[in-house]
């Protein structure tokens, strides 16, 4: 037995190590009454986009100390590594990822002891039970009456709060009425992304975006203070091209990249020289008729104050 036992850890080792050590993006997820059938249609969905990692935690957490001398990175790893936790890595789309974990879930039905993740309401209309069960369900306080030789819930009932825990009778009535109130799969609670840990509802776009408007503001700084970095660079080298290009353009200095500019704009004046000529004419009639108008109620102001 004990020679099994050691080739199995050994198995699971080598195959844990390939995975950490091939994949940079993970998402850590709680594997909570995920049975050993649900995680193999989880795997089979994900075949060819990633691969899952179920152990114990002590194994895992062994697996990444041996490797932080070439992948030190994954030490972010380590406080998430918890009992009945799943590993999902991921090759490339994180996003579609996410969305096959999601569609892996699965209704179950409620177990006494557990933990509502949900409210559980029991709709009103026939229940299929015999009119001897009523006095099971008048025990659960639910209004019932009898139609056509079968129980009738008259109402619905919120029989069970989020939270609250599923008692006995609580289980054994969604038992009888074929309710299976929860879903169960993998819960996804870090992705790691080559060494950073962030919540899953944060999505791909949502890092571009931020990562985005972090380049900005560094470059912004910066451009301010005068002092270089990656992301000014290309917005100092443009400003200095718009510089020269000005000097170039009011100067004889050229240099090839002005000079498709002077070329463009050679023509330009000429073009627009008569309109420009023409404007300047209408307007000077027209300046001059509303400047008259002026002068004359002066002249009229100043006579009729001297008179």
Same mark, same amino acid.
């Given at each position: 037995?004990?020679?099994?036992?050691?080739?199995?850890?050994?198995?699971?080792?080598?195959?844990?190590?390939?995975?950490?050590?091939?994949?940079?993006?993970?998402?850590?997820?709680?594997?909570?009454?995920?049975?050993?059938?649900?995680?193999?249609?989880?795997?089979?969905?994900?075949?060819?986009?990633?691969?899952?990692?179920?152990?114990?935690?002590?194994?895992?957490?062994?697996?990444?100390?041996?490797?932080?001398?070439?992948?030190?990175?994954?030490?972010?790893?380590?406080?998430?590594?918890?009992?009945?936790?799943?590993?999902?890595?991921?090759? #490339?789309?994180?996003? *579609?990822?996410?969305? +096959?974990?999601? !569609? @892996?879930? /699965? %209704? =179950?039905?409620?177990?006494?002891?557990?933990?509502?993740?949900?409210?559980?309401?029991?709709?009103?209309?026939?229940?299929?039970?015999?009119?001897?069960?009523?006095?099971?369900?008048?025990?659960?306080?639910?209004?019932?009456?009898?139609?056509?030789?079968?129980? #009738?819930?008259?109402? *619905?009932?919120?029989? +069970?709060?989020? !939270? @609250?825990? /599923? %008692? =006995?009778?609580?289980?054994?009535?969604?038992?009888?009425?074929?309710?299976?109130?929860?879903?169960?799969?993998?819960?996804?609670?870090?992705?790691?992304?080559?060494?950073?840990?962030?919540?899953?509802?944060?999505?791909?776009?949502?890092?571009?975006?931020?990562?985005?408007?972090?380049?900005?503001?560094?470059?912004?700084?910066?451009?301010?203070?005068?002092?270089?970095?990656?992301?000014?660079?290309?917005?100092?080298?443009?400003?200095?091209?718009?510089?020269?290009?000005?000097?170039?353009?009011?100067?004889?200095?050229?240099?090839?990249?002005?000079?498709?500019?002077?070329?463009?704009?050679?023509?330009?004046?000429?073009?627009?020289?008569?309109?420009?000529?023409?404007?300047?004419?209408?307007?000077?009639?027209?300046?001059?008729?509303?400047?008259?108008?002026?002068?004359?109620?002066?002249?009229?102001?100043?006579?009729?104050?001297?008179?």
């Amino acid at each position: 037995m004990s020679g099994g036992g050691n080739k199995r850890k050994t198995t699971f080792i080598e195959k844990a190590t390939k995975l950490f050590t091939t994949y940079d993006r993970m998402i850590i997820a709680q594997a909570d009454f995920v049975g050993s059938n649900q995680l193999q249609k989880i795997r089979i969905a994900l075949r060819g986009k990633g691969g899952v990692l179920m152990g114990k935690k002590t194994m895992i957490r062994k697996v990444v100390r041996d490797l932080l001398e070439t992948k030190p990175e994954l030490e972010a790893l380590l406080p998430h590594l918890k009992s009945n936790t799943a590993i999902i890595f991921a090759k #490339d789309n994180l996003t *579609e990822i996410k969305s +096959i974990v999601k !569609g @892996q879930r /699965v %209704g =179950a039905p409620a177990k006494v002891g557990v933990f509502a993740p949900v409210d559980v309401i029991v709709p009103a209309g026939p229940t299929g039970l015999e009119p001897t069960q009523t006095s099971f369900l008048q025990d659960l306080k639910i209004a019932t009456k009898i139609n056509k030789g079968q129980i #009738d819930i008259e109402k *619905e009932v919120h029989l +069970i709060k989020v !939270g @609250q825990k /599923v %008692g =006995a009778s609580e289980a054994t009535l969604l038992q009888k009425l074929n309710i299976k109130p929860f879903t169960y799969g993998l819960e996804m609670k870090i992705v790691y992304d080559q060494g950073a840990c962030y919540s899953p509802s944060i999505t791909e776009e949502d890092l571009i975006a931020k990562f985005k408007t972090g380049v900005a503001n560094i470059a912004a700084i910066s451009l301010e203070i005068g002092y270089p970095t990656v992301a000014s660079i290309p917005h100092s080298l443009l400003n200095a091209y718009k510089n020269l290009l000005a000097i170039s353009l009011e100067t004889e200095y050229s240099f090839p990249a002005a000079d498709k500019f002077k070329a463009a704009l050679s023509a330009a004046p000429v073009a627009s020289a008569a309109p420009v000529a023409a404007a300047s004419t209408a307007a000077a009639p027209a300046a001059a008729k509303k400047e008259e108008p002026e002068e004359a109620s002066d002249e009229d102001m100043g006579m009729g104050l001297f008179d």
